[in-house]
Nanobody, 125 residues
Framework: VQLQASGGGVVQAGGSLNLSCAASETIFPITAMGWYRQTPQLQRELVASINNGKHPNYADSVKGRFTISRDNANNTVYLQMNSLKPEDTALYYC????????????????????WGQGTLVTVSS
């Protein structure tokens, strides 16, 4: 599985960005897709994950501001980020897994099998 993410950039606090990630070379169905983020100071953390169009799962820090959605036909996942804050600044990674339910992502020792390259989101104050 190859994951190609796009949509990062620089935005002022309070602004919005939309990330997208397309999965290719998917011989077997993908159960869950989602996004993690990482900064030099913090380990990689879950932002949001979703199963086949249902059971969205969000980190507490982004609930009410970010929305994850998925186009199952095209194996593409989106992350609409609104009301961005400087602390949202990070390298955002797209991820996918054929087995693990999206609701398990973020639990200790549960890590997706497939990762895309990071896309940088910078929120200025």
């Amino acid at each position: 599985v190859q994951l190609q993410a796009s949509g990062g950039g620089v935005v002022q606090a309070g602004g919005s960005l939309n990330l997208s990630c397309a999965a290719s070379e998917t011989i077997f169905p993908i159960t869950a897709m989602g996004w993690y983020r990482q900064t030099p100071q913090l380990q990689r953390e879950l932002v949001a994950s979703i199963n086949n169009g249902k059971h969205p799962n969000y980190a507490d820090s982004v609930k009410g501001r970010f929305t994850i959605s998925r186009d199952n036909a095209n194996n593409t996942v989106y992350l609409q980020m609104n009301s961005l804050k400087p602390e949202d600044t990070a390298l955002y990674y797209c991820a996918a897994d054929r087995v693990a339910d999206a609701r398990l992502w973020g639990l200790p020792h549960v890590w997706p099998d497939y990762w895309g390259q990071g896309t940088l989101v910078t929120v200025s104050s």
